[in-house]
């Protein structure tokens, strides 16, 4: 599709199905402007987005700003950037300097940043126009994004259904129209699993490779800033515009950032595939699995070798993810307290009472359940049989994907066990919701990379995704593998 100004007047364009790179071409060529874009988007949200409910707020005047700068550096000829007048959307953990940030949580009502993320600065200054700022599971803790204070969101592809959580809202926004890409975060799957559920691509960068400055924290040693976008190229065009050193950052790596797009149309021939036995194994819904080995067929047609990996910790993932996650929560969210921002209960006659008070009113029932859980695994008594086990066990998971890694170039496999659920499922069983990760903590909590890429729908209609799995630091061999399956079509059926 070639984009220019006529079609967006007569209302032709398609902005569901509208990548990056045909955005930022019709801006660059003069065929259409970054301001007209961004009203599209605009007008689509208004249509849309009352069923849906990606977005917490708008930065119009931001992103007009943004977007006549883009303008005024087109018509003068001047260089631009490689997400030049592309319209994104921004996860509601990510402070965005003066604009209503949450985290999807009424504790921090009213809390209007006095800085932007390094995440977002870097997005503005490729040239990307912020439309907004999207819903969340609260905290970032949550698999169907039915956890935020302000809403659930719908997924797009079934209204009765999650988009996947926590990241739900950056996913349904791509899939809907409303941004051409978006930024989540992912802790345990919280960008892969709504990208599987919306059928968009999402992306987990290596841990430290892309800097968490100016994120809400849930949990220090596992969370990760990604993007979301409508097909592989994008995705690899926006990680490497995020991807870096951060000097804001003391965790965020220096090892050298690749050209991911151009890493990303390489041929796959000759690479290794590994299957992990232990995600093809009771649970696993049989249109996924049918899908998943469409797509491992698909590969060795191109040219790859598939081998057979195991990975014996795997079974040990969802327990150590929530040792692990809900303590570092529990220090996170000590701060939340009523003093330094966000609100404060009216109820508050004492400094205990206004503490007790504030996060009882401020904080939802999951987040409270893993403050708790996390309280408790580092008590006295309890840190050795519990945190401090879950770390020796989080190092043998490490282990097996290194030892895996010594013999395959990447690794294939499922990203969820069931297509999206129906809102309201499983909201009364948290085990059953927490099982949902069973196939994504594992690549968490080892720091390695990994994406969700669309590989197929259901008989009814539900999107499908396939998990690929990469060295640390290696999304170029990642992204190789990706694009691969993605050019053996999308939507089709199980």
């Known amino acids: 599709m070639r984009l220019d100004e006529s079609m ?3 209302g032709k364009m398609s902005l569901e199905n509208l990548t990056l790179a045909e955005a930022r071409a019709g801006v660059v060529e003069g065929r259409v402007s970054a301001v007209r874009l961004a009203e599209e988007h605009y007008e689509r949200i208004a249509v849309v987005d009352p ?3 990606s977005y917490l707020a708008l930065t119009r005047d931001r992103a007009m700003a943004q977007a006549e700068r ?7 000829g001047d260089p631009l950037g490689p997400l030049a007048g592309v319209p994104v959307g921004i996860k509601d953990v990510l402070t965005v300097r003066g604009v209503a940030t949450t985290a999807g949580s009424k504790i921090l009502e009213g809390y209007h940043p006095p800085y932007d993320a390094t995440v977002v600065a870097r997005l503005e200054a490729a040239g990307a126009v912020v439309l907004g700022k999207l819903n969340c599971d609260e905290f970032a803790m949550g698999s169907s994004n039915e956890n935020s204070a302000y809403g659930p969101v719908k997924n797009p592809r079934a209204l009765e259904r999650v988009p996947g959580g926590s990241s739900g809202g950056s996913a349904a926004a791509v899939a809907a129209g409303m941004c051409v890409a978006s930024l989540g975060t992912d802790t345990g799957g919280s960008i892969r699993q709504p990208a599987a559920f919306c059928g968009v691509v999402g992306v987990l960068p290596t841990y430290g490779r892309v800097s968490r400055y100016g994120l809400i924290a849930f949990a220090s040693s596992l969370d990760r800033v990604g993007p979301f976008a409508r097909s592989v190229e994008d995705a690899a065009v926006m990680l490497e515009v995020l991807a870096g050193p951060d000097e804001m950052d003391a965790t965020c790596s220096h090892e050298a950032v690749g050209g991911y797009a151009a890493e990303a149309k390489k041929d796959v021939a000759g690479l290794r595939i590994g299957v992990p036995e232990e995600y093809f194994g009771e649970g696993l819904d049989p249109e996924i699995r049918a899908a998943i080995e469409r797509a491992l067929d698909g590969l060795r047609a191109a040219g790859c070798s598939i081998h057979k990996v195991s990975l014996p910790h795997t079974r040990y993932a969802v327990p150590t993810y929530y040792v692990i996650a809900t ?8 701060r939340f307290d009523g003093v330094r921002f966000g609100m404060r209960s009216n109820d508050a006659g004492t400094l205990s009472a206004m503490f007790r008070n504030t996060r009882d009113e401020g904080f939802g029932a999951e987040v409270k359940r893993r403050i708790l859980l996390g309280t408790y695994v580092l008590s006295a008594g309890y840190y050795d049989a519990y945190y401090r086990k879950a770390q020796q066990v989080r190092a043998l998971l490490t282990r097996d994907f290194v030892e ?3 013999k395959v170039d990447a690794i294939v496999a499922p990203v969820t066990p069931t297509p999206a659920f129906k809102l309201g499922e499983k909201t009364d069983d948290p085990l059953q919701m927490y099982l949902e990760d069973i196939y994504s903590v594992a690549a968490s909590l080892a720091g390695i ?10 008989k009814a209609g539900l999107p499908i995704g396939v998990q690929v799995l990469g060295k640390h630091f290696d999304e170029a061999t990642m992204l190789r593998v990706g694009a691969a399956v993605e050019k053996q079509g999308l939507g089709n059926r199980a």
């Not at 990379?449 to 259901?458: A, H, L, N, Q, Y």
């Open 8 to 10: 967006v007047e007569t």
């Open 51 to 53: 069923e849906i409910h």
């Open 70 to 76: 883009v303008d005024a550096a087109a018509k003068a």
């Open 327 to 334: 303590a570092e929560a529990s220090s996170n969210l000590s």
């Open 404 to 406: 895996a890694f010594a």
């Open 449 to 458: 990379c990994g994406m969700s890429v669309p590989c197929g729908e259901t």
